[in-house]
């Protein structure tokens, strides 16, 4: 059984359809990435899975439907979204930011997981107290990731980590992904306009084409596909 199964997913907004059957799935441990054009669905992909967009067809986690769960719901059965923009409390502490990523939590290792995030992203200690609308682009990303690790999450879906950060920034931001896959085998599910950069940490990549899956492969393959890169990857 997959971590997470799409079967004929459709999506709109209003009366507009964005997604047409998309077919999907994640295994567990696995980084997915999520290829395309701007336009193509990807965001929209991401939005169906948690719940904030109207969606249709079979979206399931751990064999269960998610078609009635809220985002809320959702989020309590370990899926944790990271979407683009970051989505960070600004006016929160980085400290504060990172407490509401554990407010549906009631166990006793949530100190363990603060210091997990520091581990990752030691920039978030030193800045704890520092209103987290004062950090740079890279470090509210840090902080996005970190927020959403603090739920402890069965699936993580990254919408654009890499999104208007420097490349050496971005480099550092994917390591840690691979890290986090690697160490906890939180599953990833990434979309990413980056495709080079995806293809390197993911097992496995859908390229999407006006809401439809064009494509699916190994990321080595699809890497090593010119016909494919030249088509839908741009590069």
């Given amino acids: 059984m997959a971590l997470l199964e799409l079967r004929g997913v459709a999506a709109r907004y209003g009366h507009r359809r964005v997604l047409h059957e998309v077919d999907m799935q994640v295994e567990e441990g696995e980084i997915v990435a999520i290829l395309g054009a701007n336009g193509a669905g990807k965001t929209t992909t991401l939005r169906a899975i948690s719940g904030t967009v109207t969606r249709e067809g079979e ?123 690697k160490d906890a085998g939180t599953a990833v599910l990434l979309v990413e306009q980056n495709a080079v950069a995806a293809l390197e940490i993911s097992r496995r990549a859908y390229v999407l084409e006006v809401g439809r899956v064009a494509v699916s492969n190994t990321s080595e393959k699809l890497g090593q596909d010119d016909s494919i890169r030249r088509s839908y990857l741009g590069y």
């Fill in 59 to 181: 979206i399931n986690f751990l064999g269960r439907s998610l078609l009635a769960q809220r985002a809320s719901d959702t989020a309590r059965l370990g899926i944790a979204h990271v979407p683009e923009g970051r989505g960070t409390m600004g006016q929160l502490s980085v400290l504060e930011n990172l407490r509401l990523g554990a407010y549906m939590r009631r166990d006793r290792e949530v100190g363990r997981d603060f210091e997990r995030v520091y581990d990752y992203f030691p920039v978030l200690r030193e800045r704890r107290g520092q209103a987290a609308g004062t950090l740079s682009g890279g470090e509210q990303q840090m902080l996005a990731i970190g927020r959403a690790l603090m739920a402890r999450p069965k699936l993580l879906l990254l919408d654009e980590p890499s999104l208007g950060l420097a490349p050496l920034i971005a480099k550092t931001i994917f390591g840690i992904i691979s890290s986090i896959n």
